[in-house]
């Protein structure tokens, strides 16, 4: 059985008031879907630019603590050295202290600004103050149940990253 809804206008004012209404309802709703669209593919792009934003070789500088305005360079130690990190497209890493080598694999996340270290590996041997410090503070994030290191990171200006190892405190690096 069909149903036909007849739509009867008394005078041509009303029909063409429907009618506006009508394609006034239509460009709403198209520039709805459009700014959804939109959103969704800068939120992809977004998270694209973060991804390939992270590759490459990072130098750590400093050592921030945002609760007491502390900075931490290399030259604050007798025995710096200078660590590097690089972050390759298949999610593998690769770095180096003066004395020590680490590598392992990575994941991030744009949605929640998550760096994760799955797996990581080195041998601390002799390592200077510096190069304590760095392994100290990456292990301030280490979750015994799924054995792997969660930092929250932000990147500034494209050659500025920023590793959070607490909510206040982050090492930065430098893009090399």
């Known amino acids: ?39 969704i593919s800068c939120n992809e792009d977004d998270r694209k630019y973060q991804e390939t934003n992270i590759l490459g070789t990072w130098k750590l500088i400093s050592f921030v603590n945002e609760s007491n305005g502390s900075i931490l360079v290399a030259n604050d130690f007798s025995n710096s050295n200078e660590i590097t990190i690089s972050f390759n497209q298949k999610l593998d890493f690769t770095g180096n202290t003066v004395r020590n080598n680490f590598f392992g694999k990575y994941s991030i996340s744009e949605r929640e ?22 392994y100290e503070s990456l292990n301030l994030n280490y979750n015994q149940q799924t054995k792997n290191w969660k930092n929250t990171y932000e990147i500034k200006q494209e050659n500025i990253l920023k590793v959070f190892y607490s909510e206040r405190e982050y090492m930065t690096f430098e893009k090399q």
Do not use: Q
């Not at 036909?4 to 709403?28: N, P, R």
């Open 1 to 39: 059985m069909s149903r036909y809804i007849i739509k009867v206008y008394g005078t041509k004012e009303e029909e063409t008031h429907h009618i506006i209404v009508e394609s006034k309802l239509k460009i709403m709703k198209n520039i709805f879907l459009f700014l959804i669209l939109a959103f």
């Open 113 to 134: 600004k998550l760096l994760t270290f799955i797996d990581f590996s080195t041998s601390e041997v002799n390592e200077t103050e510096w190069g304590n410090l760095f």
